[in-house]
């Protein structure tokens, strides 16, 4: 009998349901799944806990270079496996962008040896952009239909010659879809102004853009969508499409202020509810966190100056899991939209307990939800838009094998490894 590395010991999310068995490890690696494995250097018995697939975020905003003030790879990466995932995909609208190979060279060393998770980079693509000196070393790429955050939105007939590079690089295309156009009339003063003036239409218009240009054999992943309509065109065209935490959670009703201005906007509680029964009929494909912390000096300025974007890495898992102890989402759907769909998407070998694929695993007890506190959580920005909502955290997380949280802390060390194209660790 081959001896294991590591052995976990608990119930399963396997693909034949919830099953109670040992996740034998090697080299990183699940290398048998059975009934009893006998011999193993360590043995972590969690048979009273849920082994599932560590989260897969495809959509975080660790702000390094240029903006650390707000968060860097260390705190980002810590925040993200404390909540339970354990691969992130940092985007491009950094200060400088990653637009280069040399950019994202420097990007990738900047990161190695400060990630708790393993990672992935998006490289911007515009107009300046050299997509074929990206292919093989980019995880994937980005592009800006609209303006956001750094400035970096391209311009509508931009956009088809742009989706032609980004097949010809063979990598995966992460677009941010909202045309934006400028409404004098309407005064961003609250979170009903700016969802007027950035409203879904201009999210619709610019989804039927991008998907209506799409070469049939690339990958395109609409991020952050905020209605079911744009869920259908995404679908319909091949494609596929992220929903966030907060889209399904909060919503323009509620007393945010600045604290719930993000890009697109939080909508109305009706768009919101008909969002989670599209997530729930399967109508999606991830769950991801766009974390895009800002310090609470910057969004305590008055709401028209105060920058888009909230912090989500550390709380995503918990408020989806949270979602499955109330019966909103079943467990195998957490996984696929949290874990299988993100690691397929950009060819990641993780995201399910398998035989051949990375040991990535958390322990959970779904009994045990608290409500989140904002003081407890670890990005460097100090705030959560969630805080008081109920959560479950996990008890422990693994990657690769190796425990690197437990009881929300770190216990691990840095050994987050990158994974550029093709999906090589």
């Given at each position: ?6 052995v ?38 969690l ?11 495809l959509?975080?905003?660790?702000r390094?270079?240029?903006?650390t003030?707000?968060?860097?790879f260390n ?80 311009r ?96 323009k ?18 768009t ?47 408020l ?57 959580l ?48």
């Amino acid at each position: 009998m081959i001896k294991m590395d590591v052995v976990i010991e608990g119930k399963a999310l396997l693909d034949s349901g919830l099953t109670s068995c040992c996740i034998g490890i090697s080299d990183g690696r699940i290398a048998k799944i059975a009934k009893t494995i006998s011999i193993a250097d360590r043995r972590y018995d969690l048979s009273n806990l849920l082994l599932l697939p560590a989260g897969i975020d495809l959509h975080v905003h660790f702000r390094e270079p240029g903006m650390t003030h707000k968060e860097d790879f260390n705190t980002g990466s810590m925040s993200a496996v404390v909540g339970g995932t354990t691969f992130v995909m940092d985007m491009p609208n950094t200060l400088p962008a990653t637009r280069s190979l040399s950019d994202l060279k420097e990007k990738i060393e900047t990161a190695s040896g400060k990630c708790y998770a393993d990672f992935g980079l998006a490289a911007l693509l515009d107009s300046r952009t050299n997509a074929e000196s990206l292919a093989g070393r980019a995880t994937a790429l980005k592009m800006y239909v609209g303006e956001t955050t750094g400035g970096l939105g391209v311009r509508q007939e931009e956009i088809s010659g742009l989706l032609g590079k980004a097949a010809a690089a063979k990598l995966p295309l992460m677009v941010h879809a909202e045309h934006t156009v400028p409404l004098p009339e309407i005064e961003e003063t609250d979170l009903d102004g700016h969802d007027r003036h950035r409203s879904d239409g201009y999210e619709h218009m610019a989804a039927k853009a991008v998907c209506g240009n799409k070469p049939q054999e690339m990958r395109l992943h609409l991020l952050h969508v905020t209605t079911a309509r744009v869920l259908k065109i995404a679908r319909e065209s091949g494609s596929t499409a992220e929903i966030t935490p907060h889209h399904l959670l909060l919503d323009k009703s509620m007393k945010l202020g600045t604290w719930g201005k993000v890009n697109p906007p939080l909508r109305s509680k009706s768009t919101r509810l008909k969002l989670w029964e599209a997530l729930a009929s399967g109508l999606g494909d991830t769950v991801g966190s766009d974390h895009s912390p800002h310090t609470i000096a910057e969004k305590e300025e008055d709401f028209d100056a105060a920058p888009s974007g909230m912090p989500g890495a550390e709380t995503r898992m918990p408020l989806m899991l949270q979602a499955v102890a109330e019966r909103r989402l079943d467990i195998a759907q957490l996984s696929r939209y949290c874990c299988r769909r993100p690691a397929e998407i950009i060819g990641v070998p993780k995201g399910q307990l398998k035989e051949g694929f990375d040991a990535d695993i958390i322990a959970v007890d779904l009994r045990t939800g608290a409500k989140i506190s904002a003081d407890k959580l670890h990005s460097k920005c100090g705030w959560s838009a969630f805080d008081g909502m109920r959560a479950i955290f996990p008890r422990a997380v693994f990657l690769r094998g190796e425990k690197v949280s437990e009881a929300g802390e770190i216990v691990g060390e840095r050994a987050g490894r990158y994974f550029g194209g093709g999906g090589s660790g």
